[in-house]
């Protein structure tokens, strides 16, 4: 079974990027999104995005919890990948909503991006899969 996903936004909670100790820098961010899988759809559900202290948000895996609104048929580990490359696609060398590229001591808290990107993943049905 295929999921559609409609990626609307990002809210950066926190992220404090190259810090003097590497060890502290982290990134906490909200993930809004729409999904439509079969004939049902969801609208406005979220997911928190974490890289873990001390990591290179850019290339190293980021943490991705549990959809909040949703608990259907899932492939946790295809939409942990699209979470990563909406994340990036807005934020980080790459990023259309903020490059970040040879900074130190950036703090950025609050930040709102209105980037909407559709993708698609296989799901199995018969319950929700991590």
Known sequence: MQANIHFK????NTQDYATFDKNEA????VINFDLKIGDQAFADLQVEVRQPYGTDFETE??????VIGYDGPWNHLAFSDLCEAYYRSVIGGSGSGIRIEGSENLRMIGNMFGESTKATMEVQEGGAGW
């Open 9 to 12: 936004s990002l809210i950066q």
């Open 26 to 29: 982290h990134m906490v961010s």
């Open 61 to 66: 895996p980021l943490e991705v919890g549990s």
